[in-house]
């Protein structure tokens, strides 16, 4: 192996170290930001009202109800009517906390996504990111 031979190994093998060294430094700054990333995912919620206004729902992180409240008008409603309010209202509120979940999360899924892949690494890796041809059969 000649010197120019030598000197393109130490170049690469110095690219690869300074991104193997970047992947190290992003995993350690999501795993420090981890733990806060969790508690308010899992202490999501999120609140709507009906479009009549005679009900207003708060549900969790999952989007199942953990409080309804109905105004005095709901007292002349019928039960079908409110029926309907619950659920319109219950659906607009867990659409929400999925929203805010996702904007939550999207921090991390895009530092993930910013991550050189393995095959950016290795010639000839397989990738990560893409699911492999025996997950591609069991789909």
Known sequence: MD???QEGLRSANFGIRNQV???LDALAEQHANRAEIERKVDTA??????ADGLVE????RSGVL???RFTADAAHSTAAQLGRSVTEAGREAARRVREQTT?????????IH????LPDLVLGAP???EPSEVERRDE
């Open 3 to 5: 010197r120019w031979e």
């Open 57 to 60: 729902v708060t549900v969790d």
């Open 45 to 50: 919620r999120a609140t709507a009202t009906s």
């Open 127 to 129: 990738s990560l990111r």
């Open 66 to 68: 953990i409080d309804v």
């Open 21 to 23: 060294e970047s992947i």
């Open 103 to 111: 904007q939550m999360l999207a921090p991390v899924a895009a530092a």
């Open 114 to 117: 910013a991550m050189p892949d």
